[in-house]
């Protein structure tokens, strides 16, 4: 069993049902150890779109990195993600940020996430539940690349999920 994190953001209809019909549907493919706050977010990018929610769950999985993948992609088109432009308005978006300490990078899977020290929206909530987790590329904890970050764009603590984990 491999622990990951993955980043969950909603920012089209209801938010935080999104983010909470996401959990629910993570839990059949992988036993959820922890879930984050939900954090408000601006958007990134494309700026004329609604704020997002974000949070970050850690999961314990005996599958290989790609096929959680796709089973986050599933997941994505089951709750009716629809493809729309970069940066763009979602329903629900699904991303494996860390899978242990594995280093992947293959054209249809980069892990770490290659943004992940860019993104105060996956580290805010990721330095809630695993500050002394190590980047296996950048080589520093999660709250030593929160504390280097600029510009953070998180606006506010949101509310939690519980799903009696």
Not at 1 to 18: Q, W
Not at 37 to 66: H, K, W
Not at 118 to 143: G, N, Q, S, W, Y
Request: with cysteine; glycine share 8%.
């Amino acid at each position: 069993m491999t622990a990951t994190y993955i980043g969950l953001g909603s920012n089209v209809g209801d938010r935080f049902a999104n983010l909470f019909d996401a959990l629910g549907l993570l839990i059949n493919g992988s036993m959820l150890k922890t879930v984050s706050s939900v954090y408000r977010t601006e958007p990134q990018g494309y700026e004329q779109q609604p704020d997002f929610l974000n949070c970050v769950v850690e999961a314990v999985t005996d599958m290989e990195p790609i096929d959680l993948l796709k089973d986050l992609k599933n997941i994505e088109r089951l709750m009716g993600r629809e493809a729309t432009f970069r940066n763009g308005p979602r329903l629900i978006d699904l991303d494996i940020l860390l899978y242990g300490d594995r280093v992947i990078d293959t054209s249809e899977l980069i892990v770490p996430h290659p943004r992940l020290q860019e993104r105060a929206f996956m580290l805010v909530p990721l330095c809630e539940i695993a500050p002394e987790i190590v980047h296996p590329v950048l080589h520093k904890t999660i709250r030593e690349l929160l504390w280097d970050l600029k510009d953070v764009g998180v606006v506010e603590k949101w509310g939690k999920i519980t799903l009696g984990l």
